[in-house]
């Protein structure tokens, strides 16, 4: 069965500096695709960015990118100039053939001003 | 607007009783799902519906039921027999495909008095 571990409970960066939030994942699939997705404080749940595992390159969204390292399970997070909007739980997930997201159990960042 | 809606935000319950979870979709998504999400426990699958009149179990369907009979629609039951029901539910929905992503609705807060 797929997994999707986030060992970063909590984190914090300073605003306007840039911060990295760590995912790995276990599965035997090859097709999939993965998730970053934040639940603010009025925990309204929103899409952040998503990568496709057959694409090597890494997916941008504005402040945000992926860091894929597919052999590696690896799907880091990196919020540049971060905001004190960015302040939120980060939760990664994965896509496989059945259709169901496999959620981490999330991380917590708060921005400093 | 295309979105998620949930209602009610708020909802308080007695001990034995049953309580129903609206979730309406205008996004024409074939797909809806039903998480639960507790504390320090992520996003947790009770149901999903990738169809008009089918649905399956997810990892915690026991004290839940479900229904689907419009494609915008996806109401959620909690019965007596759900032991701990005090929780946040989010209600999702997707598009065609295997990979496409979910969009969350603003969640209800149940609480059992």
């Known amino acids: 069965a797929q997994t999707v571990t986030q060992s970063q409970p909590e984190m914090s960066v300073q605003e306007a500096e840039t911060v990295t939030l760590s995912c790995t994942y276990d599965?035997?699939?090859?097709?999939?695709?993965l998730f970053w997705y934040k639940q603010p404080p009025s925990r309204q749940m929103i899409l952040v960015i998503r990568q496709e595992a057959y694409k090597q390159q890494n997916a941008t969204e504005n402040r945000f990118s992926v860091n894929f390292q597919k052999a590696a399970k690896s799907f880091s997070l990196k919020i540049s100039d971060s905001q004190l909007g960015d302040a939120a739980m980060y939760f990664c997930a994965y896509a496989g053939n059945n259709r169901k997201l496999i959620w981490g159990l999330g991380t917590s960042l708060a921005v400093n001003p | 607007d295309g979105g998620i809606t949930q209602s009610p935000k708020y909802l308080f319950r007695k001990e034995g009783q049953n309580v129903t979870l609206s979730c309406e979709q205008n996004?024409?998504?074939?797909?809806m799902y039903w998480y639960r999400q507790d504390p320090g426990q992520g996003l947790r699958l009770i149901y999903y519906?990738?169809?008009?009149?089918?649905?399956q179990k997810g990892d915690i369907a026991e004290g839940y039921s479900v229904s689907r009979e419009k494609k915008e629609s996806f109401p959620l039951t909690v019965t007596s027999a759900q032991k701990n029901p005090t929780a946040f539910y989010l209600c999702a929905s997707s598009g065609q495909g295997i990979y496409n992503e979910q969009f969350f609705g603003p969640g209800t807060r149940l609480t059992v008095l």
């Open positions: 996004l024409n998504h074939d797909a």
């Open positions: 519906s990738q169809i008009v009149n089918d649905f």
């Open positions: 599965t035997s699939e090859s097709d999939y695709y």
